[in-house]
């Protein structure tokens, strides 16, 4: 297990999306032994080793402020390298197509995807802990009671990416991950002992993913 | 399955955990990093923190606190007390908080919750809504919302004030019992009922609830998670052993 060692100490930087409960993702990954770091810069998303895309606000609001900031292209670059980049809620919907509660706005477009409202019997938001299904194939996402808090949902896992699933009143995607990339519709960093886990599963083998995926090496260290 | 929330409450004054009776009789009862940490190591599904002497003081609730029990715990914490503008909710995100809630401002200028809600999520923008039975005729509901810790009566009917505060952007009601709150007499059932004929949004009851089967009945009326703090706080019953005793109740709860 020599590979999974290769992100240990890396660092882990946190995307100001302006509209998140950044402190509390900081905690999480103190409580792991990390020093997380908020990101200042494309050049900051570009380089760390780990970078974190939180966000409880809006969809318009966190997309202005990546394109305010000039952020999405280096996003982009780590998203679609596979390097180790986490989405937590709306981090997660920012990552896809467009959101229905942002008609107009275009998000990301990492995976391929349109984030709809939550219908049918549950209530909206979804509020609090539910359980999730996750294959066996998931490196990261594993099968638990996991916290959420959101309004919308994403309704198929994004094609060639390996998703976990939920039920509020209807079917949801409650995460999917490839190669160093995880995003969660649920919030590991208040999910107790399953979140933490997670974010550790994540810390100690996306680097290990992402170089087996298709890491550009000489690309990054050009840049960094 | 969304499960039902087992929520403790701490009442935080100059930066201890308090608990009085109709929020009066203030006693101390801890420090609040040390009773979170002890709550979520029992079961807790969240943390609610309510500064109760912010709004009277005129200032927004103390950062030191929120930042001492976020480091302490890794489950959602809701912190209230103060917030007048969004920037004031913004603020409390930064000190640690995952969601903020509103009392005395949002009665006093609705738009706050619209203005919280857009920027933040409907997720984010937490209605407390402290009500009382209503001493006369004129509500519809037989509750009137009660706002600076139940020392105004405001004249608002509380199921219109949560209907029109949902359609605002609000995406929980933190509904308080004010004849209830500390007294161990259970939830006010009607008041829940009323509520949730109102609205769609989660609900979570407070006042008054001091064993399992205020509970269960308390979700029964309506509620989709449950707040207590005294019979917590003082020891009657761990969150583990409350939990148990919901299951076997049949109420659906994190294990």
Redesign the interface.
């Known amino acids: 297990m020599n590979a999974a060692r290769i992100g240990t100490g890396g660092e882990v930087g946190i995307v100001p999306t302006g509209?998140?409960?950044?402190?509390?993702v900081r905690?999480?990954f103190?409580?792991l032994g990390r020093t997380p770091r908020v990101l200042n810069s494309a050049a900051d998303i570009e380089c760390a080793e780990y970078v974190v895309l939180p966000g409880?606000?809006?969809f318009a609001?966190g997309m202005a402020e990546l394109r305010r900031r000039g952020w999405e292209d280096a996003l982009r670059r780590r998203v679609e390298s596979l390097r180790p980049t986490l989405g937590i809620c709306?981090g997660l919907q920012l990552l896809c197509d467009a959101s229905d509660e942002a008609p107009g706005i275009p998000g990301l477009g990492c995976v391929s995807g349109r984030a709809v409202r939550l219908n049918g019997a549950?209530?909206?938001?979804?509020?609090?802990?539910?359980?999730i299904a996750a294959p066996t194939a998931a490196v990261f996402l594993r099968p638990g009671?996991v916290?959420?808090?959101?309004?919308y949902r994403l309704e198929e896992v994004p094609a060639g990416w390996t998703g976990a699933t939920g039920?509020?009143g209807t079917r949801f995607v409650a995460g999917f991950e490839r190669g160093g990339v995880l995003a969660c519709q649920f919030?590991p960093?208040?999910?107790?002992?399953i979140?933490?886990a997670l974010l550790n599963r994540w810390l100690e083998g996306a680097p290990a993913e992402a170089s087996g995926a298709m890491m550009d090496r000489a690309r990054m260290a050009a840049a960094c | 399955?969304?499960?039902?929330?087992v929520i403790p409450c701490l009442d935080v004054k100059d930066g201890r955990v308090v608990k009085g009776i109709r929020f009066a009789n203030l006693a101390d009862q801890g420090d609040p990093a040390a009773l979170a940490r002890r709550y979520?190591r029992q079961g807790a599904?969240?943390i609610v923190i309510l500064d109760v002497s912010a709004t009277a003081d005129g200032r927004l609730a103390r950062f030191e606190t929120i930042?001492r029990v976020?480091?302490e715990i890794?489950?959602?914490?809701t912190v209230g007390g103060g917030v007048r503008t969004v920037e004031d909710g913004g603020a409390l995100?930064?000190?640690?908080?995952?969601?903020v809630s509103v009392n005395t401002a949002a009665v006093e200028q609705p738009e706050l919750l619209a203005g919280l809600s857009?920027?933040?999520?409907?997720?984010?923008a937490v209605l407390a809504l402290d009500a009382a039975r209503a001493p006369s005729n004129g509500f519809p509901s037989g509750f009137e919302v009660l706002t600076h810790s139940g020392r105004n009566r405001t004249g608002l009917d509380a199921a219109e004030w949560a209907r029109s505060a949902t359609e605002m952007g609000a995406?929980?009601i933190l509904l308080t019992s004010f004849d209830r709150d500390g007294t161990r007499s259970g939830y006010d059932l009607a008041l829940i009922g009323a509520i949730r004929e109102a609205v769609?949004?989660?609900i979570v009851a407070s006042g008054g609830g001091a064993h399992p089967g205020h509970m269960r009945a308390a979700v029964d009326a309506g509620a989709?998670?449950v707040l207590a703090a005294s019979i917590f706080h003082q020891g009657d019953w761990s969150i583990g052993r409350l939990k148990d005793r919901l299951q076997q109740l049949g109420v659906a709860v994190?294990r």
């Open positions: 509209v998140a409960n950044l402190e509390a905690s999480a103190r409580r409880v606000g809006s609001d709306l549950g209530r909206v938001p979804q509020l609090g802990w539910n359980g009671i916290y959420f808090a959101n309004s039920r509020h919030h960093e208040l999910s107790g002992r979140g933490a | 399955m969304l499960n039902v929330r979520e599904d969240e930042g976020r480091d890794s489950i959602p914490l995100l930064q000190a640690g908080a995952d969601r857009s920027r933040f999520g409907a997720q984010c995406g929980e769609s949004v989660p989709d998670a994190r």
